[in-house]
């Protein structure tokens, strides 16, 4: 089973998601997150899934255990760079996601987090 | 040889058989000529019935091949078989928010909805088959 990188840039944690997910990746993910929003006191975890193809249910299912799961520790969840066909298909298949935060794309995540984007103009 | 693009069975015995079935049913897809959106549609939903196969029918297998129809262009079919506990009651099953334990009960009318054509067969004790079907437009 392949796991996925978490990255820690100041006080977010950055992951993003670059391998085709199967259950057992997702379900380590959401117990890695956790345990390094604890030992790092992270303000903020982005969701990076630009290239990401297919987000089923168990997926989808993910991005809402790991916002809840990351308010409770006092951290703010934003999925970045879901792309129009999955955004689409996940409204199709029942899935609306109500409680998880989204941007467009990375920085736009970094901004709504409050992190300051490096080599971005301060506008 | 060239690899056939147009389908192929896949045996669902593990995680990661999943995913070799999103993989089979976005090239199947892609060489039909769907669009991009009808891929996602036609993945996702072959993800969350190969999930229902290995989870409630305990495994099987997936057949994905290219679906015929008089004077148009052909689709994908894809045909989920196991040889599980079978599902009692189909309309129950087919019911938004129902499960029989531990999920949101999404998958199977989620699914029904992201096709054009979703047949399902079931017998108490004698596995389940569902198949679906995807046209290009
Ligand atoms: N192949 C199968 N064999 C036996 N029972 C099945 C099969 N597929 C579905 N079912 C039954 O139908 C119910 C509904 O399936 P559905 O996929 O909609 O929901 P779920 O799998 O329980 O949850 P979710 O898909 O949201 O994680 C299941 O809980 C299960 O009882
Ligand atoms: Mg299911």
Redesign the pocket.
């Known amino acids: 089973m392949d796991r996925v990188p978490i990255l820690k840039i100041g006080a977010v944690l950055l992951v993003s998601i670059q391998i085709d997910l199967e259950d057992q990746t997702v379900l380590a993910l959401q117990e890695d997150l956790a345990d390094r929003i604890t030992r790092t006191g992270a303000r903020g975890v982005i969701i990076d899934i630009t290239a990401v193809d297919v987000v089923d ?1 168990f997926i989808g299912r993910m991005f809402a255990t790991i916002a809840a799961m990351s308010r409770l520790m006092d951290a703010e969840t934003v999925v970045v760079g879901m792309r129009p066909a999955v955004a689409i298909t996940l409204v199709e298949l029942g899935l609306s996601l109500g409680g998880v935060r989204t941007a467009l794309d990375l920085e736009k995540g970094m901004r709504l987090l409050g992190v300051a984007v490096p080599g971005a103009d301060g506008r | 040889m060239t690899p056939d693009t147009t389908g192929g069975e896949i045996t669902i015995a593990s995680n990661d058989d999943v995913v070799r079935v999103r993989q089979l049913v976005r090239t199947a897809a892609a060489a039909a000529g769907l669009s991009l959106v009808d891929q996602t549609k036609i993945v996702t939903a072959a993800s ?1 019935l190969a999930r ?2 290995l989870i ?2 305990g495994g099987g297998s997936a057949r994905v091949e290219s679906a015929a129809r008089a004077g148009r262009r052909p689709g994908v079919r894809i045909t989920f078989t ?1 040889d ?4 009692p009651d189909v309309d129950q ?1 087919l019911t938004e928010g ?12 989620g699914a029904r909805r992201l096709v054009d054509e979703f047949e399902l067969r079931t017998e108490p004790g004698a596995g ?1 088959t569902v198949t679906v079907t995807k046209w290009p437009r």
């Open positions: 249910s | 969350e229902n196969t409630h029918g196991d599980g506990p079978g599902i099953a129902w499960t029989s334990g531990g999920g949101l009960g999404l998958g199977l009318p389940t």
